[in-house]
């Protein structure tokens, strides 16, 4: 009903985002505000993107744009400086495909770290902004982790999806992180009736402080997952980021960030270029 | 005779309150001469009221551009986290979640512990925030130290009185104990492994480089 009457004023929407534009840039005091542009073939989409936090009172106001949707969130925190934190959030989007809402938590406190989130859409969530995947219907995910000891975490990861078809499917992870010089990570997991272990690897390869981390998804799922980032400055104020993951069946992602550029590619069933760039007004990084 | 009395206390007092004042000055100088690190070992209360063995490695670079890391080693919960200072901002990072949040120096919460560790190395700081008064002189394993007593001058520092012992011959805190208003042991905690580093920005910055970082205005 709601898409049926967007789609009926279509000029109303355009007008609103643009509105939304000049508002954002009338205040000018936003914390930051990263401009894209997100390209894909088959089937062709192409579409600028704009995302800008700004604070409001103790809060956080997050908004994202593109051709034919928007999205505006809140999150906010509690910090109890080295015993932990709670954050949480909400946020909805509508665009001409349809809509979704999402709220989420996370609390840190001593030697417990959990987080649950709930979304829902009535259309797939990468129609309402580029970044999400292709999957609508409900999503919820619990995460969890605990300190056995100070070098011994366990982890936990529990999902429920039902999809737009009403297909309904379930996931769990459990993990074993080791610490010493390097991090060593062993897991199962279950995802929609598909067996895997998991094993990884996360440590430093130089003194400035290099960091790579794989993670290896292999058995009825296989995807590995590779992160190196890089101080670019002593201070630390600039860092470079490369993250690769490669699926089979085939699919990959590659992206690259630095001094506030961002650029991903990624192929699943189709090619997709996503550049970004973020400007910050003395606020997040 | 009366006002003889009366002068004799009056010079005491002038006299004590001189030498609160010279320590304070002897330690703040003392401390400010050249980086610095020490170990922070004993027992603290955490807020919901458990007592914990705690070690902390506590690094500070003195100066216009002060600068203090206090990183984790127990409470074992809170291993690997560590805590940066410097005048305009904290920096809080959070090992389990590989979060690094950065917050104003005026809005963070520091006393997470009960205590800023880092008053220790900035008594200028620390005198502005409770009233200090020479009890008097103790031996320690260190040598002969003055026995300090302070009070907050507000109410919400989270403790009632202090203890600290400083060190004559080198003058620099060797332990502080906190309590509460029933005289209940909040934190008593031990400053050894005290010596002059080469301490660098760079090094008290550090974090790891993929850690999340999240700015709070």
């Given at each position: 009903m709601v898409r049926m009457k967007i789609l009926r004023y279509p000029h109303a929407v355009r007008f609103v985002v643009l509105a939304f534009c000049f508002q954002l840039a009338a205040l000018g005091f936003g914390q930051s505000l990263t401009f894209g542009l997100f390209g894909r073939l088959s089937p062709d989409h192409l579409t600028p993107t704009l995302e800008a936090t700004l604070p409001l009172g103790e809060l956080e106001l997050r908004a994202r744009l593109q051709r034919d949707a928007l999205g505006l969130g809140l999150n906010g925190a509690l910090e109890l400086s080295a015993l932990g934190r709670l954050s949480y959030g909400a946020g909805f989007s509508l665009g001409f495909a349809g809509w979704g809402l999402q709220a989420g938590a996370g609390a840190v406190l001593g030697p417990v770290a959990a987080s649950l989130e709930a979304l829902y859409s009535n259309t797939l969530r990468s129609s309402l902004w580029?970044?999400?995947?292709?999957e609508g219907g409900l999503k919820l995910g619990l995460g969890g982790r605990y300190r056995l000891e100070p070098r011994q975490t366990l982890g936990l990861q529990l999902g429920f999806k039902n999809s737009l078809a009403g297909t309904a499917s379930g996931s769990g992870e459990l993990s074993y992180a080791l610490r010493q010089e390097k991090t060593y990570t062993f897991g199962l997991g279950v995802d929609d009736s598909r067996l895997y272990g998991l094993l990884g690897w996360r440590g430093e390869l130089d003194e400035a402080g290099t960091l790579l981390e794989a993670t290896l998804r292999a058995g009825q799922l296989n995807r590995l997952e590779a992160a190196l980032s890089t101080p670019l400055d002593e201070e630390q104020l600039n860092t470079l980021k490369l993250r690769l993951t490669v699926a089979y069946p085939w699919a990959a992602t590659l992206g690259v960030e630095a001094y506030g550029f961002r650029a991903d590619a990624s192929y699943e069933g189709s090619f997709s270029l996503w550049l970004r760039y973020r400007l910050s007004f003395g606020g997040s990084e | 005779m009366k006002k003889l009395l009366a002068i004799a206390f009056l010079s005491l007092g002038l006299a004590t309150a001189q030498s609160i004042a010279e320590i304070t000055r002897q330690v703040q100088a003392n401390l400010e001469r050249s980086p610095w690190e020490a170990t922070v070992t004993g027992k603290v209360q955490l807020p919901d009221g458990s007592t914990q063995e705690a070690d902390f490695r506590l690094q500070v670079i003195p100066g216009k551009e002060q600068l203090a890391r206090v990183e984790f080693r127990k409470p074992a919960a809170l291993e690997g986290n560590f805590v940066v200072i410097s005048d305009r901002e904290v920096w809080n990072y959070l090992f389990l979640t590989n979060q690094l949040i950065i917050q104003p120096r005026a809005k963070a919460?520091?006393?997470?512990?009960?205590?800023?560790?880092?008053d220790l190395g900035d008594f200028e700081e620390l005198t502005q925030r409770v009233t200090l008064r020479l009890l008097g002189e103790q031996n320690t394993p260190a040598g002969p130290a003055w026995r300090i007593g302070g009070a907050p001058?507000?109410?919400?520092?989270?403790?009632a009185s202090m203890e600290i012992l400083v060190l004559?011959?080198?003058?620099?805190?060797?332990s502080i104990t906190l309590r509460d208003s029933s005289n209940k042991v909040l934190a008593d905690l031990n400053l050894t492994n005290f010596r002059r580093a080469n301490l660098t920005p760079q090094t008290l910055r550090k974090?790891?480089?993929d850690a999340e970082v999240l700015r709070r205005n």
């Open positions: 580029v970044g999400d995947e292709a | 919460r520091i006393e997470g512990l009960g205590f800023n560790l880092t001058k507000d109410a919400s520092l989270g403790f004559k011959s080198d003058p620099r805190p060797l974090r790891p480089a």
